[in-house]
Structure formats: C-alpha cells, structure tokens
C-alpha cells in the first residue's frame, strides 16, 4: 500500500502527466516510507492508477489513464521522427519514455539486474565488510530538473492553498537507496548501514548534462568558474548554488515547467568501493646509524635504502591489503641516531585497506613479521587504534621529555674531574636558533628549550658518554658543539673547549601512548 493521501491525488495525476516515473510521484507526495520504493515501478504505477480512479468527487475522467497517454505521446513522437531512443555504450534502451525527473534513475536502476551487476563490481574489488554504505552520484542537471518539477507542483499545491517545503521532497538519491538497499544486502550478505566504514559508490552521467544547465551559466555567471580539474563548469555543487540564488521568474523564463522529455537516459558509471582508514600504532626501536626515518629523496634519487616507515609498515599495508600509508611518530631521530630502551612511539593510518581487522594473535603475528624482515628496526606493543586516539601522541608534545646518551669528543684534554661541572647542571636554559642543517625545511626562528639534567661517564683524554634528560624538541647536537654561536650556551662553551658529538641514542621518548600490550 502506498501511503498517499487525498490531498495527494492532483499532484500524482499532474506529475504522471508531465511525465515523472511512478516513484518520483511518491517522491513528490513526501512518501517516505522506503518499503513503497521497493516494489516494481510497474506495481506501483498500477498503484498510482487505482488511486486515481477511486476519486469519487471528480467529475471529468480523463479520456485515457496518464500512463497510456504517455505512451502514445511518445509513440507520436517518435513518429515525427525526434530521436527518442538512443543506443548509449551499447545498452538497447528501453521502450519506456524516460522520466523527465531523474531520467531513469528510478525506473531502470532499481531493478534485480542492476544490482546484481552493482554488487559483482564489489565482489570482484575483494574486500572483506560485514556492513556497507550506499552513496550515490548523479548528474548535476537533475538538479535542474527537480526544481522544474518543484516548480510545477508548487504552483498545484499554491492553487490549492496548501503548503509543503521543497526540503520535504524525497530526494532521488534517497529514494534509489531505499529501493535497492534490500536487493543490495540480500545480494552481499551485509546490512546497509548509514554508518558503514565500507562504501559502495554508484554513480550515473548524462550525455546532456551542459545543454540542461547552460542556462543557468548565463543568468548566475558567477556560479561558475572553470577549475583545473573538472571536464564541466556545471558540478553538482555549482547548479545547487545557481539553484538557490535563482528567482522564481528567472528561472521559468528560461527553463520549461514542467521539464522537456529527455531524448536519453543517464549511464551508469563504474561501481566504485572506498572502506575508511584503519590505524595501527606502537613503538619502534631502531638500531642502524644508516636509516633514515622516512625515504631520503633528493631530486626525485633516493640517496639512501630503507627507512623505517618502509620497513615497518610494508608489512602492514599487505595484512590489511592497503592502498597506501601515512606514517607518523612522536619526535624523529636523524638518520644516524639509534633509538633505544622502549623505543618511539609511532602510528600508521592505512588508506583504503581491503580488510580493516585482525584479532590479537593476528596482529602479534604481524609484529612479529615486521620483527623477522629487519635487524634495523624493531616493533612493540602493536595495537589498532582509533583516529582519535592517535592524536593523544601529539598532544603536549612539546613538554614532554627525552632521555639521550652521547659519545663526546674533545679539543682539550680532560680529567673526571673536568666532568664533574656537568653533573652539577640542572634546569639549565638554552636559546636555539634553528640549525643550520635543517634551515631549508623549518623556519628561522629562535626557540628555548630545558635541559633537565646530565650526566658524564668518562672514557678517556679526550673522550666521555654524555647522558642528558631534556625537553623534546631540544636539538642535542647543536647543543653539543654550539652550532657556530646559534645554540647558547653550548656543552662546548660551558667546558671551555671544542667539542663533538661522534654518535647519539635516543634512550627514551616518555610518552605515555600507545598503552603497553602484555606479552
Ligand atoms: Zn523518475
């Protein structure tokens, strides 16, 4: 049963006679129950016609139900010879004339057929879902179209003094999803959900999508600025904002109401599936003097194999079949830092993977893959996270602490005793400029940072380890030998002499995310 009511009969009997499909009526008549969009349009059609005929109070039946009438008017166009079919990429149209509403969308596309073919696309794309999300994409001039037809029953509605909202209109995006989604979900086994992390894109064109719209480019110009990127002035997003500013008037002047028949029907575009990102995070160690963090590419030439957001994510980007990654950590350390202790806490988000979970033997099972690939790196408390949570890593950054020790040379030679001025160093401020080496990718700027506290194992004249608690962000380097003046004071300015740092580890990050995994 369809849910019209009497107020309802004009509209339908005017929308058939324009030429609208039966589920633009319900459209039109702010149905919005979905079971009324999921039987066949010829059902409901029949529907429609039966609804008419009961109407008692009129007088004047028409001569002919709408529907055949609009039949023989398209048989007697077809006559004149107007193209009123047309082949488009080989599909052999149908004998229906298209409805001048959404142009076939509810009439051709609702069907079993479609989507079985729809839901091959997503069997063959092998992803692994328990729930989807249906969104759809159509011709901008559908837009167009719509407003015609509003329109046209506003002037009905207006006439009869009542009064309805175009926002109360069923959109045809929503009436095609709560045709289909039942057919959709039967055919792969999974709810469609509207907040599914899986999406299943279905999209159509038209053929005569600028010829509908061009007009609207000469009364609302300045709707439409040509983009690098698209084919048409006319996007979806364009016409909408045409459509708003328009006047009533404007637009009837320049645009029939109710709309012209269609010579064609919209195609459908591939089916397209996009599932959200998964993130992963964890700590890693990383024991090589000779790894960058991230790819080292100079000139479109990679100066250097490896880096650890390869190594510990290619594994990752298999497990969970992504398309592509995004590695982030807390702080980086320089290509010939180690990092040591409980290692750097980091977080991959994995773009588009083709399956989004692992139980916890699985994902142990990963850590111990990326584990097994390398000597350089190693991984620990490996664990999926939320996009929310991952940004706990950033956060307060900046205060946190890290611990280092360092192998330090000196010009001078030294005694322990010579050491002991650093041990007794605590608090201690000091001004950074930004260092010469990374001045081409961060801008001049001078920044204090805390040393915390430091320590000094003597290993001989000219030789010590260095072991410091600072401020992150503090560079340890520049502090060591002073950076030609832009770190003050320096190591190398307190001791009185020359100083350098022959290698640094990075002891530890002491961030508290993400939480430890027990063994
Ligand atoms: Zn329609």
Redesign the pocket.
């Known amino acids: 049963m369809l849910s019209l009511k009497e107020k309802d009969r004009p509209i339908v009997r005017k929308l058939l006679d324009a030429g ?2 039966a ?2 009526v319900l459209r039109f008549c702010c149905v919005g129950k979905y079971s009324s969009y999921q039987s066949s349009c010829q059902d409901i059609n029949k529907e429609l016609l039966a609804f008419l005929s009961h109407d008692a109070s009129c007088q004047e039946q028409p001569e002919d139900p709408p529907c055949k009438r609009m039949k023989l008017e398209s048989a007697q166009a077809g006559e004149d010879g107007l193209p009123e079919t047309s082949a488009l990429q080989g599909e052999p149209e149908p004998q229906d004339p298209k ?1 001048v ?2 142009l076939g ?3 051709d596309f609702c069907d079993e057929t479609f989507v079985k073919q729809v839901c091959e696309t997503v069997r063959e794309r092998d992803y692994k879902f328990d729930s989807l999300v249906l969104a759809v994409s159509l011709p901008a001039q559908l837009s167009v179209r719509e407003h015609s037809c509003w329109l046209y029953v506003k002037k009905e509605l207006r006439e009869k003094s009542m009064c309805v909202e175009k926002e109360d209109v069923v959109q ?1 995006k929503d009436a095609f999803k709560w045709a289909i989604q039942g057919l959709v979900g039967r055919e792969l086994s999974a709810p469609v959900l509207c907040n599914s992390a899986f999406e299943v894109s279905i999209g159509f064109t038209h053929a005569d999508t600028d010829k509908d719209c061009h007009f609207l480019a000469t009364v609302c110009s300045n709707c439409f600025k040509p983009a690098k990127n698209k084919a048409s002035v006319f996007t979806r997003m364009a016409v909408a904002k045409a459509l708003e500013k328009i006047s009533d008037q404007d637009f009837l002047r320049h645009y029939p109401c109710p709309p012209h028949r269609a010579s064609s029907r919209c195609t459908p575009l591939e089916t397209t599936c996009l599932h959200s990102s998964v993130f992963i995070a964890g700590r890693y160690n990383k024991f090589s003097r000779e790894l960058p963090q991230t790819p080292w590419v100079i000139d479109g030439e990679r100066r250097m194999e490896g880096s650890v957001e390869e190594l510990i994510a290619n594994p990752p980007l298999s497990s969970f079949r992504a398309d592509a990654f995004n590695f982030s950590s807390s702080g980086r350390e320089d290509v010939d830092v180690r990092t040591l202790g409980n290692g750097r806490p980091f977080a991959i988000e994995l773009v588009n993977p083709h399956r989004a979970r692992l139980n916890k033997a699985e994902v142990k099972q990963l850590q111990e893959t990326i584990n097994a690939s390398s000597d350089k790196i190693r991984v620990r408390d490996l664990q999926i996270v939320t996009r929310d949570a991952m940004s706990r890593m950033k956060v307060g950054e900046e205060e946190k602490t890290k611990s280092y020790s360092a192998l330090i040379w000196t010009k001078k030679a030294i005694t322990k005793a010579d050491l002991d001025i650093i041990g007794n160093i605590k608090e201690l401020k000091i001004d950074q400029k930004t260092p010469l080496r990374v001045l081409h990718r961060r801008p001049l700027a001078v920044r204090q940072r805390l040393i915390h506290s430091m320590s000094a194992r003597y290993l001989d004249t000219h030789h010590f380890t260095l072991l410091l608690r600072t401020q992150a962000g503090t560079y340890i380097k520049e502090f060591v030998h002073g950076d030609f003046g832009r770190t003050k004071p320096s190591l190398g300015g307190l001791m009185e002499t020359e100083a350098d740092i022959l290698e640094l580890d990075v002891e530890s990050v002491d961030v508290d995310w993400p939480p430890a995994v027990p063994e």
Do not use: H
Request: aromatic letters at 0%; proline letters at 0%; charged letters at 10%.
């Open positions: 609208c499909c589920r633009c409805c509403a959404c969308v509810l009439q045809v």
